[in-house]
């Protein structure tokens, strides 16, 4: 049976009693068959010949194209892998399987090139997976077939020479210097014309450019190697015809060193001198520094300055190992004396041309224990840096301090300034004005202020206390009534009674420094004529000679003038306003 051809079968089974005889019964039943798969068909390649069209722009490891072989098998039988038996199509390509589809995906291994090679030809075979030697009579279980690739041409961007460049130049040459030159073609069949650029856009300090046509890089700035010693910087190329295809490359310059930097001394270390030094005694072991770069290492020799008189104190040793000691002339240094000692010390490097530098060593007198241990050695700095704070915070300390106290001194002398006032007014501080602005009930009303002076003057005479002055001013003021004491009763009239108060106010030396303002308004009482209310009465006239008002000064001339103008002005419209004046 082949189950390609078919694969399912229906059997029809009957069974009779009675051994089949007639008369006997009998029964039926149908038994479904399907036919298992076994691997006895190869795969076969519909087409033994096929064609594929690349551009050579196509991208490595990208598929480019696929194939596929069938199998009339099933499952695991139908699997198939595909390779390329011939070497020059693996060389550039390669080929795997989908599982799900059961294709060959051909991929790119290797950038075509159509100026090089325009086609490639592929011998791709299918072979089953699973094999069972039960049917391997059947022959092979493989196929080939033929896949011819043609290259198709794209206008590709310039190619460099190199994928990456190294230049170098010396420190210090002269603007325009040539640094190197680079070169890229391009690929193309018709080789049209390069022209590079340098990507400014990575870097923002312009130290070379190149040339348009001929990719030559110059200098633009002087270079120095202590600054920066290396540059790196990309070069644009792109075709003329077709501007928008660029290529870049990496291009390193190197600084390269010159002596062009002299030599110091390394004042790392403070220099020390016992005071129980001995002449001849080796003090401290110098080094120097030099910021140019020696191939063949650092070379230094050292020596005192000449054209200076002879140091007593301290001489220079030379140990021609890159190295110097400083040695004592004398014995016995006392920081009493003299604590600080300055040594000038020349250098030379060993560069060509060489260099020479003079140091300034400053050379510190301190105590020491008898094998030359510094026992102490502190001045003030150093005592504030052992206790962890620096000058810049010991000022900032002290600075607040002296802004707290110069502020607590302030307020206290801004509270000590300032005085209570004696008498307090709502609505201005500045004139302190006593305003009554009270509607009285009646002439029985007395309660809103004192009227007992209109009313009976020598009630004044009485020992009474201003509200506004402390109660020695107010005995003192009463002393002073004593000596300017009013007339009878019966006989004082408000223009008395003002002149008085007026002379009391001059001479009362413990009164405020400030104007006073008393405002009386009081009608009186038992009136003759009854109630001088002008709103009762508006047809009386009064015959009362005003005349006397003319002799009350010039605080009183308007009211003068007023009633000397207008006879019949009632007496109620009369208002007293008594100005005192301290």
Partial sequence: MDREAREHYAVVIQAKDMAGSVGGLSGSTTINITLTDVNDNPPKFPQKNYQLYVPESAQVGKPVGKIK????????????????????????????????TREGIISLKKPLNYEKKKTYTLQIEGVNSHLEPLFSYLGPFKD???????????????????????????????????????????????????????????????????????????????????DKPWHN????????????????????????????????????????????????QVIQTMTAVDKDDFANGQRFSFSLPSGIPVNPNFTLKDNEDNTASIITRRRQFSRLVQELYELPIVVWDGGEPALSGTS??????????????????????????????????????????????????????????????????????????????????????????????LRNPAAAE??????????????????????????????????????????????????????????????????????ISSLDSPGTHSEQDYNYLDDWGPEFQKLAELYGEDTNVAESDVAVAVTVAT
Avoid: W
């Fill in 69 to 100: 072989a069938n199998d009339e098998d099933l499952g695991v039988n139908a699997e198939i892998k595909y390779s390329i038996i011939n070497s020059e199509g693996a060389a550039m390509f390669s080929i795997n399987t989908d599982r799900d």
């Fill in 144 to 226: 080939t077939a033929t896949l011819k690739i043609t290259v198709g041409d794209v206008d590709e961007p310039p190619v460099f020479s190199m994928d990456y460049y190294i230049m170098d130049v010396y420190e210090n040459a002269r603007i325009g210097r040539e640094v190197g030159a680079v070169t890229a073609r391009d690929p193309d069949s018709k080789n049209s014309h390069v022209r590079y650029f340098i990507d400014h856009s990575e870097h923002s300090d312009k130290y070379f450019n190149i040339d348009m046509d001929s990719g030559v890089i110059k200098t633009t700035q002087s270079l120095d190697r202590e």
């Fill in 360 to 453: 300034t060593l400053t050379l510190r007198v301190c105590p020491c224990q008898r094998k030359g241990r510094v026992q102490t050695c502190q001045d003030e700095r150093g005592l504030l840096s052992s206790a962890g704070l620096s000058t810049g915070a010991l000022i900032a300390i002290l600075l607040c301090i002296v802004i707290l106290l110069a502020i607590v001194v302030l307020f206290i002398t801004l509270r000590r300034s300032k005085k209570e006032p004696l008498i307090i007014s709502e609505e201005d501080v500045r004139e302190n004005v006593v305003t009554y602005d009270d509607e009285g009930g009646g002439e029985e009303d007395t309660e809103a202020f004192d009227i007992i002076t």
């Fill in 462 to 531: 009485e020992l009474k206390f201003r509200r506004d002055i402390r109660p020695e001013a107010a005995q003192q003021r009463g002393k002073n009534r004593g000596r300017h004491s009013p007339p009878e009763l019966n006989q004082v009239d408000v223009q008395e009674f003002i002149k008085q108060r007026l002379v009391e106010s001059d001479m009362d030396t413990s009164g405020p420094p400030y104007d006073s303002l008393q405002t009386y308004a009081y009608e009186g009482q038992m009136s003759p004529t009854g109630s």
């Fill in 233 to 280: 910087i990309t070069v644009i190329a792109s075709e003329v015809d077709n501007p928008s295809l660029l290529s870049h490359v990496p291009v390193t310059v190197q600084v390269l060193d010159v002596n062009d930097n002299p030599p110091e001394i390394n004042k790392d270390k403070e220099v020390i001198v016992c005071e129980n030094s001995r002449p001849g």
